[in-house]
Structure formats: structure tokens, C-alpha cells
């Protein structure tokens, strides 16, 4: 997919399928299969490097992760995540996110809404496409308290939905959604021109993102109740990855039993 694509998407109501990636043999079988986006997620923190949350991640690794992704990959968009700490301010934005484009990004990903205003204004300025990231937010996961499914009350839920108009009048380009629950995420769907995409959101957001080990049941601990192994029924990745595409272009996965 296109970047200038994107929206066409949403218009069409087709869905957007986005995996994870950190790898060139990964990347590229995605790419062969037709997912529309892939993600070089700061989760290699937790499925790559075994720690316990993405904290520890760097810009380096991060790079290093970028460039071997984007050698293999011919059509889908392809998203790097900013780590910890890599936007704190908006010059450390900008050059931070350049060396991810010039890694090979199409697109940076970074988490939170109002207080990176100036982050936002920076990269909209130098023309680099952003994705938000709002819900659960894994670099916040100390102040969050853990892994929790956020927007449950009326004032987080509309803190979200305040947060996500800010980011589209930013020019963000889309929004990722993570754990939140599935009416708060479709209402956001729904006032919002630019897709999101949803892990742990329900089925109404306008398109879906796993963590690649998640969905073919590679697991060094916890797994969320948003996670379906699609290997279990597969004979390789390759069906495993297709049957993703189709369970979510056709609005089978995510089911309720994948939603808060
Ligand atoms: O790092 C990551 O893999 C992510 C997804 C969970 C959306 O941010």
C-alpha cells in the first residue's frame, strides 16, 4: 500500500492488515502474502531482545531493525517505530525521525496525544508522515500501572477522543489503537477522516495490527486476550499470514472474544 493510499482505504471500507516486522525473511514473506503495512515495532524490545517491557529499546536498535525490514520490502507501507525517549522534544523529534526515514521508514510511529503537540507540529513541517499510537500506550506502562485496557470511564474515554482529533488536525496520517474498548474505538473510527488501526480494539476500527510472534503463537510470557494464534489451523506462516488478511478483511477477526 501506498502512503497516498491510505485514505482511499478507509473510504472503500476495506480494511487495513498490518504486522509486525524486525527482520528481511519476516518482512518479506509478509510482503509476498499482500499485508498492507508493515510495522518494525519497539515489541522487538519484548519478542527480540527478551525484556520485560520496550523501555530499553534505542534509536540504534531501532535502525539497525529499520534497514533490515526495508531490504526486503516491495509494497507494503512500511512504519518504524520512535523508542523511549526519542521524542521528548521537538528538534530531538525531527532528527530522530529523519534517521529512521533515511533507514528506509515510510512513516514513524510514536505514542501519546497533547503533550507531544510540538512533536507533531515539527514532523507535519518537515513533511515526515506520522502514525499515532493512543490507548495503551507500552512505553507508559509504569505510569499506566501495568497492561490495562484504558478509556473504561467517561473522562479517559473522551481524553482519547480528544487526543485522536488533535492528532488528525497534526497531520497524522493514522492511529494506531491499542486496548481500548471496542465501542470507544469505533465511535473514534467514526469521527476520524484518517484510518486507525487496532490491536485489542474490536472489529470497527479500519484496520488491524499483531505483533507477527503473537499471531503465529510465539510467546516468551503473557498473552492478551486480543491475540489469535493463526498458526494453530495453518500448515506454514505463509497460510498462517494469509488467513490474518482474510479473517480481518472479511471482519472475522477481531471477534468479541478478542475485544474489551
Ligand atoms: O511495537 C509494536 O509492536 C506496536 C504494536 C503493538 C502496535 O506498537
Redesign the pocket.
Given at each position: 500500500m501506498k502512503l497516498s493510499e491510505l485514505n482511499s482505504f478507509k473510504v472503500k471500507d476495506e480494511k487495513i492488515t498490518c504486522l509486525?516486522a524486525y527482520d528481511a525473511s519476516f518482512a518479506k514473506l509478509f510482503d509476498d502474502c499482500g499485508v498492507d503495512a508493515i510495522?518494525v515495532?519497539?515489541?522487538l524490545g519484548n519478542v527480540i531482545q527478551g525484556s520485560e517491557n520496550?523501555l530499553g529499546v534505542t534509536m540504534g536498535d531501532m535502525i539497525y531493525h529499520t534497514q533490515a525490514v526495508a531490504k526486503s520490502v516491495k509494497s507494503a507501507l512500511l512504519i518504524a517505530?520512535m523508542p523511549y525517549r526519542s521524542y521528548d522534544n521537538a528538534e530531538q523529534t525531527l532528527k530522530n525521525a529523519q534517521s529512521l526515514m533515511s533507514a528506509g521508514a515510510q512513516m514513524v510511529k510514536f505514542e501519546g496525544g497533547a503533550e507531544h503537540e510540538a512533536s507533531f507540529k515539527i514532523l507535519q513541517e518537515n513533511s515526515i508522515p506520522v502514525c499515532g499510537?493512543l490507548g495503551l500506550q507500552p512505553q507508559s506502562v509504569i505510569e499506566m500501572g501495568g497492561y490495562k485496557v484504558q478509556g473504561r470511564d467517561e473522562s479517559s474515554a473522551q481524553k482519547i477522543l480528544d487526543d485522536a482529533l488533535l492528532l488528525e488536525s497534526l497531520g497524522v496520517s493514522v492511529l494506531?489503537l491499542?486496548c481500548v474498548p471496542a465501542q470507544l474505538a469505533a465511535k473514534i473510527s467514526k469521527h476520524l477522516t484518517i484510518p486507525t488501526i487496532g490491536?485489542g480494539a474490536g472489529v470497527n476500527c479500519d484496520g488491524q495490527?499483531l505483533?507477527s510472534y503473537d499471531m503465529l503463537g510465539i510467546n516468551t510470557g503473557r498473552v492478551p486476550k486480543f491475540v489469535k494464534n493463526f498458526l494453530i489451523e495453518s500448515n506454514n506462516i505463509t497460510t498462517a499470514v494469509n488467513e490474518f488478511i482474510r479473517s480481518v478483511k472479511t471482519q472475522e477477526f477481531p471477534t468479541d472474544q478478542h475485544s474489551y
Open positions: 509486525t510495522l515495532g519497539d515489541s520496550t517505530d499510537h494506531v491499542e490491536i495490527v505483533v
